[in-house]
Nanobody, 126 residues
Framework: QVHLVESGGGLVQAGGSLRLSCAAS????????IGWFRQAPGKEREFVAT????????YDEDFVKGRFTISRDSAKNTVYLQMNSLKPEDTAVYYC???????????????????WGQGTQVTVSS
């Protein structure tokens, strides 16, 4: 059974930083792309970033703009999302998810991801 557990969220002032973690179990972690998504109150869940099984990175082009960095530690079965220069509009629940297919090209579509964590709340105050 696949489990994903996010952590690292919290309350931070605008301009601050947070590092989110996604600990995975139940799959050969290194064979799968892992994505981060977020959902703000009253809005649909949206793509943030993904890291492929080869280590390539893809980011949302609209709001990330060099502020976020995704990385993975396969030895720890963990993916990280380093978020800097946070803005109030980054306030959301952040979710990690694993691609349904191993050794695949990374995707920004939520439909490609089959297992999701419970989410971690990020709140950025102005």
């Amino acid at each position: 059974q696949v489990h994903l557990v996010e952590s690292g969220g919290g309350l931070v002032q605008a301009g601050g930083s947070l590092r989110l973690s996604c600990a995975a179990s139940g799959r050969t972690f290194g064979n799968y792309n892992i994505g981060w998504f977020r959902q703000a109150p009253g809005k649909e869940r949206e793509f943030v970033a993904t890291i492929s099984w080869t280590g390539s990175r893809t980011y949302d082009e609209d709001f990330v703009k060099g502020r976020f960095t995704i990385s993975r530690d396969s030895a720890k079965n963990t993916v990280y999302l380093q978020m800097n220069s946070l803005k109030p509009e980054d306030t959301a629940v952040y979710y990690c998810a694993t691609d349904r297919a191993p050794f695949s090209s990374p995707s920004t579509s939520q439909l490609r991801y089959d297992y999701w964590g419970q989410g971690t709340q990020v709140t950025v105050s102005s």
